[in-house]
């Protein structure tokens, strides 16, 4: 068991700085089998992408830089510091504008920005011997639960806007929460302050974990509907961890039914969930730990946690997201295991598989991005942050590769990256209800499943000309909506915006609307994109989204 799986980066670092599937070819092919629901779940609602995508952690005022190396779907900050210390995210730059600078920069590079939230920890009084301790008596804490609703509620309202914005709720507070429960893995049995916190917005919802759950949703459909809440997985929350056992396929199956089941008893509908393999590199835990290199994973780890997160994913209904994945290799010479350049072999396994099998295999498993960075100072970085340029010690453990840039893992992580999307990034299923659906509400029965497109005419078109955009609506049951139909110019500004009433959409049949879009004299240059998305009638919350694969360019 493992209770203490991650520290935040340090302040100043965050600010600057069922069937089965075919195992796959190779070592891996005597690796326990994965299991797989039959139909995954929808996409998420809002999610930005029809690909399975990369993304990496990167500091305030890097989205440029990043996009000129990749065409990255993601980029990760921490937001933390605590709610009610003085030091918080909410303080580096004023009124929280630090969450609005970064989502503007990552729009304005093509990027999905993603924040894992994590104040519950480092906020105050956190009473208790370890973290799982601090955690929960700061969530039963009126007062502090106060203060950390506000901070939530600033969050969003930085974050509203027309861009997706993914929050990443309290990575580990879940894990604790369900170890908590013990083996009933029930969050409605833990105390938490909601209602009692005096939050007028939330009177009514039950004190307890999930309560909580209903909460954070809750404010997001209130203040921002545009972002798309990340519940975290923790594969330890059940008292036993697979990335350290070796355990049977039966085992982990039940073990991955917990999961699910535990996630089901918040009754709230996050729209993702994120789950993390390892946060550090292994050579750094078996050098800086001593863990005797018990981090280190072989073909069989990897396929017995797609099976983990496959029977998740069919058990909870939700996608996952593999994010804080260590960044070292076992390739090149730079990586002689000292600070800064630890020895790992998740990059590899991942992205230089030239059978493709490997990312094919999660995929299928339901994961639909892989999120890479270091969990803590000293990690490899796919940067210079040792600032030591170019490096080429002599070999160990056979990694004769020469480093390609100053990265301190000698540039392997962005040259399979670039490689990666050079070839075209793997193709998501839609899953079940086609494009996009669910999310939002937290309501009970069968989710209404989208299918959305859209198509402009014509597809090159001068300024002082119109654009129609053809676009279809079909939902899966009967259901009462706003339908908007928005253009983002080649920067991802908003352009043109149609919203069209609330009116029942009938189940099965299809709907087409068609705006027009009048592209003035001083319009942007350049490539725009469609998206539509469906809203409760009360327009705040959102109820599937889909960015059309169609495009179409302006000149002059």
Request: aromatic share 10%; glycine share 12%; hydrophobic share 40%.
């Amino acid at each position: 068991m493992m209770t203490n799986r991650r520290v935040a980066l340090p302040i100043l670092a965050l600010v600057t700085a069922t069937g089965f599937l075919a195992q796959p070819a190779g070592p891996a092919a005597t690796a326990p089998a994965v299991r797989a629901a039959a139909s995954l779940p929808a996409m998420p609602a809002g999610w930005p992408s029809t690909h399975f995508e990369l993304g990496l952690a990167d500091a305030p005022g890097g989205a440029a830089a990043l996009h000129a190396k990749s065409a990255f779907g993601f980029r990760y900050q921490y937001l933390a510091g605590g709610v009610n210390t003085g030091s918080g995210w909410a303080t580096w730059n004023t009124d929280g504008q630090f969450v609005s600078y970064y989502v503007a920069d990552s729009a304005a590079n093509a990027t999905t920005p993603v924040f894992p939230y994590y104040q519950l920890l480092q906020s105050s009084p956190a009473t208790g011997g370890d973290e799982k301790a601090k955690d929960l008596s700061n969530l039963a804490n009126h007062t502090t639960m106060a203060v950390y609703y506000n901070d939530l509620r600033l969050f969003f309202q930085r974050a509203a806007g027309a861009t997706p914005v993914v929050l990443h709720v309290e990575p580990d507070l879940w894990g604790y929460i369900e170890q908590a429960s013990g083996t009933s893995d029930d969050a409605t049995t833990i105390p938490a302050s909601v209602a009692s916190s005096g939050d007028a917005a939330l009177s009514g919802l039950p004190n307890t974990a999930a309560g909580f759950a209903k909460a954070v949703v809750k404010l997001r459909d209130l203040l921002a509907p545009n972002v798309i809440l990340a519940y975290h997985l923790s594969v330890w929350g059940t008292n036993h961890d697979i990335g350290y056992e070796n355990s049977s396929d039966s085992a982990t199956d039940a073990l991955a039914a917990r999961a699910a089941a535990f996630y089901q008893s918040l009754g709230a509908s996050f729209d993702v969930a994120f789950t993390d393999i390892a946060d550090r590199d292994a050579d750094f835990k078996q050098i800086q730990y001593g863990d005797g290199g018990a981090s280190r994973w072989d073909d069989a780890d990897f396929v017995r946690y797609a099976r983990f997160i496959a029977g998740f994913v069919a058990g909870a209904g939700e996608r996952v997201v593999v994010w804080q994945i260590p960044l070292g290799n076992t390739k090149m010479r730079a990586q002689d295991d000292t600070w800064g350049h630890y020895q790992d072999n998740r990059v590899q396994w991942f992205l230089d598989d030239p059978g493709g099998t490997h990312l094919a295999l999660w995929r299928d498993a339901g994961v639909i991005a892989l999120l890479f960075g270091g969990g803590a100072g000293g990690t490899t970085c796919a940067c210079d942050a040792q600032g030591d340029g170019v490096t080429n010690p002599a070999p160990i453990d056979g990694n004769t590769g020469l480093s390609v840039s100053a990265d301190d893992d000698g540039g392997f992580f962005h040259q399979q990256a670039a490689a990666y999307y050079a070839a075209g990034a793997l193709t998501l299923d839609p899953g079940s209800g086609g494009t996009s659906g669910g999310g939002g509400g937290g309501g009970g029965g069968v989710a209404a499943h989208w299918t959305l497109s859209a198509a402009p005419s014509p597809t090159l078109v001068h300024r002082r000309h119109n654009v129609t955009v053809a676009a279809h609506i079909k939902v899966s049951k009967s259901t009462r909506a706003i339908v908007r139909v928005d253009v983002y110019d080649s920067t991802g500004h908003l352009a043109f915006r149609k919203a069209y009433a609330a009116r029942t959409y009938a189940a099965g049949s299809t709907i087409a609307v068609r705006p027009v879009f009048y592209v003035s004299g001083t319009r942007r240059l350049g490539t725009y994109t469609i998206k539509i998305r469906v809203l409760s009638p009360t327009g705040t919350t959102l109820l599937a989204t889909r960015t059309s694969s169609r495009t179409f360019r302006v000149r002059a």
